[in-house]
């Protein structure tokens, strides 16, 4: 192909050092804009065409070019050892020359960890560059990051097509409505990528799904978060290219989440959508934790990601059942078997992701005395890497299917020991003694506790203006059921105790008491 065939793109990079980059870049684009649209060197000059002559033709033809800087694009050499950007006769630098004196959109494309070279380092002629705004492309987060690109070369090349500029509605974001495809759909990338929803079915199915590290966020994206939130989707939306929107579930304070199919594995999930990066990157960690549980009591998480568009989100089981929240107001009654049985479900979910707490507190005893062998250290490093604390177990939190209770919504979670920066949960659920300083896992064991109190007691709480106090003695719940079970009113009295050395210390401890009540109901 020749430049008057086309050229809206020029690809400008250096052959020795990002030519696998620069190639898979340019098939991107080729993929968006046509093959027509994109000059890349080696594919687009004719044999016997002056090469210098031809580069520079296309260049003055192209709305823009894209200047590929790896880490040694500023200090490379020539085979007399001087520095090729000082010479005026290296391509590259003729290339960018050529553009900036035309006055083509220069996109400066930082790889391979290179930094924007400044002013002071640049020859004159190409001093320009210097103040031109640069986009980062990562082969780990290929896809999200060229989908920046592509948006921002819709927007430059639209008003020379005559076409519309791209908006900013959903539709800017990946999305297409029903029957009516806009923007651009992702798929399955070369290599691996930040933006993994237009993977194929392996993704979330795959054996080793479970061990793949999660991305992580851009730490400016974390410290600077952009001052747009995600954007918003409707029924009938289809986000990127995988996903088709039926319904919104709920909104958080820095998420909203959806219903939605996959139609790649033509199965209904829950999307959730980071408000910011800052707000995913957040509760990463424990995501990334909560992946490896697999429990039919515990919300089953996919994966989570960057769209095309930069807004992250996580893909869970979608759950079709009622929240327990029905059930706790009294407004509808579970047989007391039944709410017993709830519980239980939930002990069992909090035995699978909490440490053992006894052991830790072993550990820790030891540890501060400096007497931990190599094995108790490495137990004690994986009872604390491996152990959560949901932090906010409440009636919204949990709900009620036809296979059993379901407990959702790891937004707060945190490890056993980790610094206390918030509150945890609402007040009717925490504990009056909840730790200081550190979390603990007395705070979910309380919560569980408060929840059958609820269920068994018409919605009563155990405290007073459902506010839990020390030293304020729990309400006895045979003053509001004087027909329930002596050792069932027993348990939650222990269950919802003030102090937490009169409650029960671990989900196993509490489990094996509730089982025992559970036998004779």
């Not at 002013?119 to 990051?145: M, T, V």
């Not at 009591?297 to 869970?316: C, H, K, P, Q, R």
Request: hydrophobic letters at 40%.
């Amino acid at each position: 192909m020749t430049v008057a065939e086309g050229g809206g793109i020029f690809v400008s990079y250096r052959r020795q050092e990002t030519r696998h980059l620069a190639g898979r870049l340019a098939d991107r684009l080729a993929d968006r804009f046509g093959e027509g649209q994109v000059f890349i060197d080696v594919d687009t000059i004719e044999p016997g065409v002056d090469f210098t002559e031809e580069i520079l033709r296309a260049v003055s033809a192209c709305k823009v070019l894209l200047a590929i800087i790896g880490r040694d694009w500023l200090t490379a050499t020539d085979e007399r050892s001087g520095r090729r950007l000082d010479d005026p006769d290296d391509i590259v630098r003729l290339e960018i020359e050529a553009a900036l004196a035309r006055g083509v959109r220069v996109i400066p494309i930082l790889v391979e960890g290179a930094a924007m070279p400044g002013r002071q380092d640049l020859p004159e002629n190409l001093a320009g560059l210097a103040r031109r705004n640069a986009l980062l492309i990562r082969h780990e987060s290929f896809r999200s990051d060229t989908g920046r690109l592509v948006t921002a070369i819709e927007r430059i090349l639209a008003p020379a097509s005559g076409t519309a500029a791209v908006p900013s509605t959903p539709a800017a974001h990946g999305v297409r409505s029903a029957g009516n495809f806009v923007g651009e759909a992702a798929h399955a990338g070369s290599g691996p990528a930040r933006n993994n929803l237009g993977q194929d079915a392996r993704l979330f199915t795959g054996a080793s799904g479970g061990d793949r590290a999660l991305p992580e966020p851009d730490p400016a994206e974390v410290r600077f978060p952009a001052a747009a939130r995600a954007a918003d989707y409707a029924a009938g939306d289809i986000l990127d290219g995988r996903f088709e929107i039926l319904q919104v579930l709920g909104q958080g304070g820095f998420s909203k989440v959806y219903r939605v199919r996959d139609d790649v594995e033509g199965e209904e999930r829950a999307l959730k959508l980071f408000n910011t990066a800052a707000g995913y990157e957040a509760v990463r960690r424990e995501i990334a934790t909560l992946r490896k549980i697999h429990h039919p009591n515990v919300v089953e998480v996919f994966w989570a990601g960057e769209t095309s568009a930069g807004d992250w989100y996580l893909i869970t089981e979608f759950i079709d059942g009622q929240s327990l929240d029905e059930f706790v107001t009294g407004r509808r009654r579970l047989r007391d078997r039944e709410a017993v049985d709830v519980a239980l479900e939930l002990l069992d979910a909090l035995v699978a992701f909490h440490p053992d707490a006894a052991r830790l507190r072993q550990l820790d005893a030891k540890r501060r005395e400096g007497g931990l062998s190599d094995a108790e250290s490495r137990e004690w490093t994986e009872l604390n890497d491996k152990g959560l604390i949901h932090r906010d177990i409440k009636p919204l939190n949990v709900m009620l299917t036809r296979t059993g209770a379901k407990l959702l919504d790891f937004n707060v979670a945190s490890r056993v020991g980790d610094p206390l920066h918030t509150q945890s949960g609402r007040p009717p659920y925490q504990p009056p003694d909840a730790g200081l300083t550190r979390w603990d896992v007395s705070t979910d064991l309380f919560a569980v506790g408060v929840l059958l109190y609820q269920l068994l007691c018409d919605g009563q709480h155990p405290f007073p203006n459902a506010r839990p106090i020390a030293y304020e003695p729990v309400t006895d719940p045979r003053t509001i059921r004087p027909d329930l079970a002596p050792g069932l009113a027993e348990f939650l009295v222990k269950a919802c105790a003030p102090a937490s050395a009169d409650r029960f210390s671990t989900a196993a401890d509490m489990q094996h008491a509730l089982r025992n009540i559970r036998a004779d109901l």
